[in-house]
């Protein structure tokens, strides 16, 4: 029997017919593909790192393959973690549930914490 995606639905058999294989799209089971396309760098990034720890293939190689240039692997961001301060925020927000954010950037300030007011309203 020839491969599924070459085959047209007469060569299949009735079976695959049945449970509903799109033989236009390529796709080998019912479900479709296996996973999630790898869109985002973050997604690339963790799909990299494992075919390096598991798969044990090179940087440069992994990198090739996954379509990821090696400086976007390498990449770390250097802007600090606000995880802290959007937390505090968050409590001042439920504390204060009629301020805005203009209101909300003056207490943070009372307390030390200085933020921009841009990355405040993006918050």
């Not at 799909?47 to 798969?55: F, Y």
């Not at 240039?69 to 204060?96: F, I, M, N, Q, V």
């Amino acid at each position: 029997m020839t491969h599924p995606v070459a085959a047209s639905k007469a060569e299949l058999p009735p079976a695959s017919i049945t449970i509903g294989i799109d033989v236009s799209k390529g796709y080998l089971d019912a479900e479709g593909p296996a996973g999630k396309k790898l869109v985002t760098p973050g997604l690339r990034r963790d799909a990299v790192a494992w075919a390096i720890q598991e798969k044990d293939y090179s940087q440069r190689r992994t990198c090739r393959l996954i379509g990821m240039d090696p400086k976007t692997w390498r990449y770390a961001s250097r802007h600090p973690d606000d995880a802290e301060a959007c937390g505090r925020l968050r409590d001042l927000a439920g504390e204060r549930r009629r301020f805005g954010y203009r209101r909300l950037h003056i207490l943070p300030e009372r307390e030390g914490a200085t933020m921009n007011h841009k990355k405040l309203f993006s918050r």
